[in-house]
């Protein structure tokens, strides 16, 4: 009958911590940066800048907030980038067949809701663990996406289309304000509707959750169909913005995107996660990026470095968890 | 007592491939009174609340709430119908606040939305009723286990219960905790509102109860009145036969030194404690929870790092300790969780037996699997323990079997040091019987036992000496012949004591 | 306390988990029979060398991942460790080192990256997601500095034959995984290390507490993942005859469906190598099949994927009928 030795208060009342223990350690990650960058070039401090840095990470921000929700759940999806590619194609070829802007657009998302519905059956009906399942989903639809493009990248040149990923609403780019969007609407799910609380209650706790009578397949289940709809997002964006579909832009895009979650404190166990945290750890990688870029630092560096700081971000995280400092 | 009962389970019976869990059972309660449901793990306890939980369907057999008879066809129905069960794992999200888990499944909505300020209110309300001063809106992982318990009963009130089946309410809790929780149910009780009250702990059928009701084997053994009941009576119903020997302990004269802990410092946890522990007998560690016994247990064994102080086998000082250097020097801990830390759920009997003895056993470090069987076998047969094979995954075995698992594979590294953390907690009456009685063959064979529990009989049972540690610190050594259960939780609770 | 504690003995004696090889050789005999039926050359001398020297690569990066994997962990850095300690082998050989020399710089590279990995996962404690995802951006970061863009080409006989020779009729690749295999299996089943491995991955803190070496055990997990990435590097540049930064991108993945198909479990402690050959069977006779039968190879990503999710499901189903059946 004794506490045990973690170092919760076993016997607490769940008092709140002081705010500013509750600041994620890659804030300050992000901060340095910015700083060092400021400091290092004065090209980095401008507006102009920043929103080049809010496009850059606008598709990833998506992507993330897709993640998120997923390992939100317990789960993971790895199929996130391939869904990104194939949508960014099937809505290309719906423009070029003839179909309106909205409704290319419509036809691409469409294609991510159909494989996120095809992931979310065999995790839930079919009791695939996540990982085999969005592992396979991955390979069918980067496969699918060769196959429709018969391995070329096809183009798209209409300007209702390219608006989405080259046009600015004010200074603003498109694809931030989507990001922004998407967001924002992903955080008042999360928080204020029953979806959202049956996401972290999946992730927590499945089967008390279930025997409260929650139907926790359903929202499992929904939860990679959305994440699929916002990876056909992010991949219709990118086709905007490239002006074409390539049938393998979208590779690695997952690993990217579950990196920001985790660096940005989302865990891989018990619902714990904020999309807070994720926009820090998109930042951290679009920082990045942009930052190198602007002091001049060659592209034949810029992946090694990339690595390092990332590690370098996950262990401070760690450290200050393990000094008890933030929790 | 003419009343209507709550609840009326007639001839129940449940089969799952292999194994009648439960057979023709009866089972009624009565408004405002507490029935105790006994029995020995695999007895058919859990089964039967699951089926009035309405996770599971009877074969046969039927259920009357209030007098008419009923389906009780899935966990919602159950709520609906006034059922509300708090398991010994909770229901809890940890990452939702108490609001939320409390209307986990039924959130008011305003607007398409959450209706936030509504849950907060009405889930203030229902802690108030409880007496509790938990912050509705602080993620439930924050809380403590007696808290979260709360959370789960104004759960259950919050969809108008008028039956509680509560199990295992007690083995997380303080004493005091457990004070708070039967006069919570005390006045629960005066709401007319009936508790199934799922235990092992025998003592606090006298506690609590109003009627006890026994099963054994996945039969209903029978149903008393517990002021007409004596709790030798009840063992004997659990278990088909009188225990004699709850206790055997043949006392013998002191050996050598074996443990000497010296100073140990650790944060506040851990402040200064200094024991030592002899061959040839069984030192008890008393204390209330939190008073630090596992954070020393752990320290001991060089499991956590601790900031100043010494630890000795045998005279020798150890420095660096971790666990592998204290199996090495021949001491074992069974960690008070078991299927946390004591096993590897996934591996079979025989890989867990042979887990801390590798070095010793294979130290040219290829695994003979002759050897294997050979020394497997030989525990197996030592300790009575019941499995089909030594293949057996350890996550099929029952409760006193795992236990015996863990003491097999410290018996097997012949270590002569032993730390017990909570031994017998969860483990039916049979097994603990047992599991006592190769804890005296130990000692009576040189080795040194430090046993950690909560169980005040089984320390006054089994030691020769008892520490008492309160807040950190040990406030008390006492021998065999002066230890009473008043000294000992005078000396845990910090009171003072008549010498 | 749930169903289990309550079900005492069943009918069925066995370790189920001599079900888990079983039900896989049952899906691969199945797969060879349908192939041959279908396409005569299928069971050919030539063929079926083929078919073992392709899968053979795989393998032996699959060897190492499994390793990784058994311990609950995953090292997605194999891909990148295994370009990168080719490039610096074929960097030694052509700066004119003697070749064994050579190639034990770069499995000693391999086991150095593989080490840090170890000691990221289980000195720093970082997430193994994390911490080889960042290893992943700086080994090929650093592999794309080295070459500085360029391919390195035209190696001695003496290397190449690793990649093309015959050693009595059998193809070199199939007998370097043979010689790698082989003690990996000993290692896994029939030493302390083994033992050490699969109880840390099925309960790391329990292990810890049996006086289990978790440190060292880990450590040396990824250590050896590194080096068989490496191993299988130095078989594919010799079989390439060329060294450049993009040979290990697309291998990861297929190394983890095949520890996957194979029946290793991602949660540790379950598995082993004995699945990891099967799954990397029937993943190479798959698409061997598909080339015998002509179907276009923009089609095998599909199938691959598609694959991965049915082999699966059949091996549940397959566990679940057989269950049933002895109990």
């Known amino acids: 009958m004794s506490g045990g030795a973690e170092p919760r208060d076993t016997h607490g009342e769940g008092r709140a911590r002081a705010p500013w223990k509750r600041v994620p350690p890659v804030a300050w990650v992000v901060l340095s940066m910015i700083v060092f960058f400021g400091l290092a070039a004065p090209g980095f401090f401008t507006v102009g800048n920043f929103l080049n840095i809010t496009l850059q990470g606008s598709v990833l921000l998506i992507m993330a907030v897709a993640a998120t929700l997923v390992i939100l759940t317990e789960g993971i999806d790895l199929s996130l980038g391939s869904v990104l590619t194939l949508a960014g194609v099937t809505a290309v070829l719906a423009l070029q067949s003839g179909l309106s802007v909205p409704a290319a657009v419509v036809v691409g998302v469409l294609t991510g809701v159909a494989c996120g519905m095809v992931t979310g059956f065999l995790i839930t009906a079919g009791k695939l663990p996540p990982f085999i399942a969005t592992l396979g989903m991955m390979g069918m639809a980067a496969g699918l996406a060769l196959v429709l493009t018969r391995q070329g990248a096809i183009y798209a040149d209409l300007p209702g289309f390219i608006f989405l990923g080259g046009g600015t609403v004010g200074i603003i780019p498109m694809p931030t304000v989507i ?8 955080w008042v799910v999360l928080h204020q509707t029953d979806f959202g609380r049956y996401i972290i209650s999946v992730g927590g706790n499945e089967a008390g959750a279930r025997l409260s009578g929650v139907n926790t397949a359903l929202w499992k289940f929904l939860t990679y169909v959305v994440a699929g709809a916002l990876a056909a997002l992010g991949g219709v964006i990118m086709a905007a913005r490239l002006r074409a579909a390539d049938p393998i832009v979208g590779s690695g895009w997952e690993f990217d995107a579950i990196a920001a979650t985790i660096l940005g404190g989302t865990s891989f166990e018990k619902g714990n996660g904020t999309l807070g945290g994720t926009v820090l750890g998109v930042l951290v990688i679009a920082v990045l990026r942009n930052g190198l870029n602007v002091i001049g630092v060659g592209a034949m560096w810029q992946p090694a470095l990339i690595g390092l700081v990332i590690i370098a971000a996950i262990v401070f995280d760690v450290l200050l968890k393990q000094r008890g400092v933030i929790q | 007592m003419a009343e209507q009962p709550l609840l009326q389970a007639k001839k129940i019976t449940k089969t799952f491939p292999g194994v009648l869990a439960l057979d023709t059972v009866d089972f009624d309660l009565l408004p405002g009174e507490v029935h105790v449901l006994l029995g020995e793990n695999g007895a058919g306890k859990s089964t039967l609340m699951k089926i009035l939980a309405g996770a599971y369907q009877p074969d046969a057999g039927t259920i009357a709430l209030n007098g008419q008879e009923m389906r009780i066809a899935n966990p919602r129905q159950a709520q609906r119908l006034g059922l509300g069960i708090i398991y010994q794992e909770f229901n809890l999200v940890p990452y939702l606040s108490v609001a939320q888990n409390i209307f986990l499944g039924r959130f008011p909505h305003r607007w398409g939305l959450l209706d936030q300020a509504k849950m907060h209110a009405e889930s203030r309300k229902l802690l108030d009723g409880l007496n509790m001063d938990i912050d509705t809106r602080a993620k439930v992982v924050r809380l403590g286990v007696a808290q979260q318990q709360m959370v789960e009963v104004a759960k259950a009130l919050s969809v108008r219960s008028k039956i509680l089946i509560m199990d295992e309410p007690t083995a997380a809790l303080t004493d005091r905790e457990i004070e708070q929780l039967f006069a919570t149910i005390r006045r629960l009780k005066q709401q007319g509102i009936g508790i199934i009250y799922i235990s092992h702990r025998l003592q606090e059928v006298h506690q609590i109860g109003e009627r006890v009701t026994v099963l054994r084997d996945g039969k209903f053994i029978g149903t008393r009145q517990v002021n007409q009941v004596t709790i030798d009576e009840l063992i004997a119903m659990m278990v088909g ?11 013998q004269s002191q050996g050598t030194e074996a443990l000497r802990v010296e100073g140990l410092n650790s944060g506040t946890r851990l402040r200064g404690v200094s024991l030592k522990v002899h061959s040839g007998e069984i030192v008890g560690l008393a204390g209330l929870v939190g008073a630090g016994r596992t954070e020393l247990a752990r320290a001991v064994f060089g499991a956590d790092p601790f900031e100043s102080g010494q630890v000795s086998v045998f005279g020798q000082p150890v420095k660096a300790a971790s666990p592998d250097r204290m199996v090495k020097l021949g001491m074992g801990l069974l960690p008070e969780d078991r299927k946390a830390h004591g096993l590897a759920m996934i591996l079979s009997l025989s890989e867990n037996v042979v887990l801390a003895s590798l070095q010793r056993l294979f130290p040219r470090r290829f695994v003979d699997g002759g050897t294997e069987r050979e020394v497997v076998a030989k525990y197996i047969a030592d ?29 097997c590294t012949h270590s002569k040091i032993f730390i017990f953390d909570e031994p017998t907690r969860g483990i039916d009456v049979g097994a603990k019987a047992e ?24 320390i006054l049972g089994m030691s020769d000496r008892i520490y008492v540690m309160r807040q950190g610190q040990i406030v008390a050594e006492v021998s065999r012949e002066k230890a009473t259960q008043e000294r000992i939780v005078a000396y845990a609770m910090g009171q003072e004591v008549e010498k | 306390m749930t169903v289990a504690t309550e079900v005492r003995s069943r009918g069925w004696q066995l370790d189920p988990r001599i079900l888990y090889g079983g039900s896989r050789l049952f899906v691969l005999i199945l797969l060879c029979i349908v192939l041959t039926t279908v396409s005569p050359v299928f069971l050919t001398g030539t063929n079926a060398l083929n078919v073992l020297r392709v899968a053979s690569l795989l393998i032996i990066l699959a060897i190492g991942e499994t390793i990784v994997i058994l311990t609950a962990g995953i090292d997605l850095s194999i891909g990148s460790v295994l370009t990168f300690s080719s490039v610096i082998a074929a960097l ?12 034990t710089a770069g499995l000693a590279v391999g086991a150095a990256l593989g080490f840090l990995n170890g000691l990221m996962v289980a000195v720093v404690k970082l997430p193994p997601f994390i911490a080889t995802y960042g290893m992943l951006w700086i080994a090929s970061g650093f592999a794309v500095v080295l070459l500085k863009g360029q391919v390195i080409y035209g190696f001695e006989e003496n290397f190449r034959f690793l990649g093309v020779g015959n050693l009595m009729r059998i193809p070199m690749p199939i007998i370097i995984m043979a010689a790698l295999w082989i003690p990996a299996y000993l290692l896994l089943r029939r030493t302390t290390f083994g033992r050490s491995l699969y109880a840390v991955g099925a309960n790391q803190e329990a292990a810890r507490l049996s006086g289990v070496k978790k440190d060292q055990t880990l450590i040396l997990a990824y250590t050896l993942s590194g080096l068989l990435a490496a191993a299988a590097g130095l078989v594919y540049v010799a079989r390439l005859n060329a060294a450049e930064a993009s040979i290990g991108a697309n291998m990861l993945l297929p190394a983890i469906a095949a520890v996957v198909i194979g029946g290793t479990s991602l949660f540790g402690g379950e598995g082993g190598i004995v699945g990891t050959l099967i799954g990397a069977l029937i993943m190479t006779i798959v698409q061997n099949g598909m080339n015998l039968l002509g179907v276009e190879s923009v089609w095998q990503g599909v199938v691959l994927g598609a694959l991965i999710v049915v082999a699966v499901l059949l091996d549940q189903w397959a566990r679940k009928t057989l269950a049933n059946e002895g109990g």
Not at chain 1, 179 to 186: D, I
Not at chain 2, 241 to 251: E, G, K, L, Q, S
Not at chain 2, 392 to 409: D, Y
């Open chain 3, 92 to 103: 030694a050989i052509k700066a004119g080192l003697p070749l064994p020399l050579a190639l």
């Open chain 1, 179 to 186: 990001a922004t969007l998407v967001f924002l609407l992903a």
């Open chain 2, 241 to 251: 036969r009188t225990i004699t020997h709850m206790f055997p302990r043949d006392y």
């Open chain 2, 383 to 411: 300790l009575r323990i019941a499995t089909p094979s030594p293949r057996r995954l350890v996550q099929f075995l029952s409760g006193g079997t795992q236990q015996k698992v863990v003491l097999a594979k410290w018996l």
């Open chain 2, 435 to 458: 599991i006592h009685g190769f804890m005296n063959e130990l000692v009576q064979q040189g080795a040194a036992v430090l046993m950690i529990s909560s169980d005040l009989p089984e």
